[in-house]
């Protein structure tokens, strides 16, 4: 649930990203840059904290089968269509 939340808040952010860059909003356009920086560095953020939420599982789980793989970043990224993040 928290990372479709994330995915869902990330996809908007490039939405709205795209949406302003396309339409050439120059006088905004460190600011456009800049919050779509911040919208990568807080999904990362929100990525870092349900890895760990994994791992502490994990080491919790005395079963190997009922471990929960972690997220890679770069894998969800490319899925969203971000490039070059």
């Not at 990372?3 to 709205?16: C, N, Q, Y």
């Not at 990568?40 to 953020?45: D, M, S, V």
């Not at 972690?70 to 899925?79: K, N």
């Amino acid at each position: 649930a928290e990372l479709a939340a994330a995915r869902a808040k990330l996809v908007r952010a490039r939405d709205e990203y795209h949406e302003m860059r396309d339409a050439q909003i120059c006088a905004g356009h460190q600011w456009v840059e800049g919050s779509w920086q911040a919208a990568l560095r807080e999904f990362r953020q929100a990525v870092e904290n349900i890895n760990r939420q994994i791992r502490d599982f994990n080491l919790k789980a005395p079963n190997v089968n009922v471990h929960k793989f972690v997220i890679r970043v770069d894998e969800e990224l490319a899925r969203l269509g971000v490039s070059d993040a």
